[in-house]
Nanobody
Framework: QVLLVESGGGLVQAGGSLRLSCAAS????????MGWYRQAPGKQRELVAT???????NYLDSVKGRFTISRDNAKHTVYLQMNSLKPEDTAVYYC??????????????WGQGTLVTVSS
């Protein structure tokens, strides 16, 4: 099975930047669409960005033009470059991946989350 481990979160001032990484490890037949979700205190989890194995992307409207999702398929890693950060971006960010296992089962896998805090 595949495990996803996020890194790169931290404390940053408004207007600053952070780059989140999510590395997949383990055994799988393939990793398809990957994405980033976030959950702020007292709010439900929301989809931030997705990227297909071919590189097609989609973004939450509020992060368009500020965030960029990318992936390195050779390294089995997805990234989220976050620029011009705002206090409302503060949340725990979770990596997500659609995985085809070695038994050809299709599963959704989640990382443990990394905290991003943007101060005003």
């Amino acid at each position: 099975q595949v495990l996803l481990v996020e890194s790169g979160g931290g404390l940053v001032q408004a207007g600053g930047s952070l780059r989140l990484s999510c590395a997949a490890s383990g055994i799988a037949f393939s990793i398809n669409t990957m994405g980033w979700y976030r959950q702020a205190p007292g709010k439900q989890r929301e989809l931030v960005a997705t990227i297909t194995s071919g590189g097609s992307t989609n973004y939450l409207d509020s992060v368009k033009g500020r965030f960029t999702i990318s992936r390195d398929n050779a390294k089995h890693t997805v990234y989220l470059q976050m620029n011009s950060l705002k206090p409302e971006d503060t949340a725990v960010y979770y990596c997500n991946a659609g995985v085809v296992t070695i038994t050809l089962a299709r599963l959704e896998v989640w990382g443990q989350g990394t905290l991003v805090t943007v101060s005003s």
